[in-house]
């Protein structure tokens, strides 16, 4: 009888313990799950009437001031908006206005900053009545070669939708707040021009291009820009008795041209105020030749020495000629490279697409289809020629046009 009690209550004891256990795991998993709150509250103008239709955005936003959208909610009913089940955890808020009104504002954010104001949600939860500051406007054309641009895009901060300019090349931008902006405006399909940061630089000299402050007295003014035509260096490869070279390879990094029959090259290149870069040029029956070369240079004459070495009688290298890129830039579309006659006989090609110069990790077929990584990037083809017993040629095709989106 006794050793049946025993039994009993160890088991009893045991399915305590079991019990208990289960209990403590139970409590630890809802320790660890993730705690959300609640955000809400009323947003109106800076007279203080409530604002229908205003987007409220709560953003986590990284050290590179990348942003992530976390929940967001557009206000209704005098203004007002909830927010459930929103992580614990530092965030910034943004109210923008679709009807641009009223400039976009972040919560605790003085008008002008640089970076917005964060603030930590707990599990109490938070309460944003929010008056959203007054939206400026401003207005301007864009020239090019002094003739109106239709169909330019300007914009000045991601907050602001971009404007499209008239038929007079007119422009107005809405729902600005008071601060600093550069302003930029971006040719739309295939343009005699590049993109233009205000008034009147290209991308290299755009550190100059503001930021400019942007308030009720500067909105007034005309902010029109002067678009600028593709940037670009050239010259002629020369003997030393100054005859032109045709074919000669000029290549400026990864990016390569071949001197036309009067040993004329030009390369679309950006090169910055006072910068200058080494171009390597060879040619067949020339010593190679390096030429540093400025921004805006566009009559450099580049002198080749005759090479001292009798060239033999049989080729030791693959020969082969600079590739062109054939397909539409644009996102979803495929690019195509034609490589050109190489030769000897059984040589083998192989391929390497770059992006903006960077070589693209796994690109190495005869096409390459274009994707959002590309966007407003130059794409480049180099092609190798290898075969046993002959030295390996790669050569470097011209850089495509900017992808688009469309």
Not at 238 to 254: D, F, N, R, Y
Not at 266 to 291: C, K, S, W
Not at 363 to 376: E, G, N, Q
Not at 394 to 405: E, F, H, P
Request: net charge neutral; aromatic share 8%.
């Amino acid at each position: 009888m006794r050793r049946g009690i025993r039994i009993i209550v160890g088991a009893l004891l045991g399915l305590a313990l079991t019990v208990g256990l289960l209990v403590g795991v139970s409590s630890a998993a809802l320790a660890d799950a993730t705690a959300t709150t609640w955000v809400a509250g009323v947003i109106t103008d800076a007279n203080g009437t409530p604002i229908d239709g205003a987007v409220v955005t709560v953003f986590s936003i990284d050290q590179s001031n990348q942003r992530t959208v976390v929940a967001r909610r557009t206000t209704h009913w005098g203004g007002k908006f909830v927010m459930r089940s929103v992580p614990v955890g530092t965030y910034s808020l943004l109210v923008t206005d679709p009807a641009l009104n009223n400039a976009p504002t972040w919560l605790n954010t003085d008008p002008g900053a640089y970076v917005p104001a964060s603030f930590t949600l707990t599990t109490d939860g938070l309460w944003v009545p929010l008056a959203m500051q007054p939206g400026l406007s401003i207005s301007g054309t864009t020239t090019f070669d002094g003739v109106p641009q239709q169909g330019v895009r300007v914009c000045i901060s991601q907050d602001v939708p971009c404007a499209t300019t008239d038929a007079t090349g007119a422009y107005t931008l809405r729902g600005i707040g008071e601060g600093y902006y550069k302003l930029v405006a971006d040719p739309v399909g295939d343009q005699p021009y590049v993109r233009t940061f205000f008034p009147s630089y290209t991308e290299s000299s755009s550190y100059l291009a503001g930021p400019y402050r942007i308030d009720a007295e500067s909105a007034k003014n005309p902010w029109d820009f002067t678009l600028q035509s593709q940037p670009y260096i050239g010259g002629t490869v020369v003997t030393e008795a100054g005859a032109g070279i045709a074919g000669a390879s000029v290549c400026l990094g990864e990016s390569c041209v071949t001197t036309g029959a009067d040993g004329r090259f030009r390369m679309n290149v950006d090169l910055g105020f006072h910068n200058f870069q080494p171009l390597n040029i060879t040619a067949a029956g020339y010593e190679d030749n390096v030429y540093l070369i400025g921004a805006g240079m566009q009559d450099a004459v580049i002198t080749m020495t005759a090479s001292a070495s009798t060239p033999p009688e049989t080729p030791t290298e693959v020969t082969g000629t600079v590739p062109s890129i054939s397909g539409k830039t644009k996102v979803g579309a495929r690019l195509t490279v034609d490589a050109g006659a190489w030769g000897p006989a059984g040589v083998t090609l192989s391929y390497q697409w770059y992006r903006n110069g960077a070589k693209i990790k796994g690109a190495t077929k005869s096409t390459y289809k274009l994707s959002w990584r590309d966007v407003r990037k130059k794409m480049s083809v180099k092609v190798t020629g290898t075969l046993d017993g002959y030295a390996t040629v790669s050569m470097q095709s011209n850089r495509t046009k900017k992808v688009t989106w469309r």
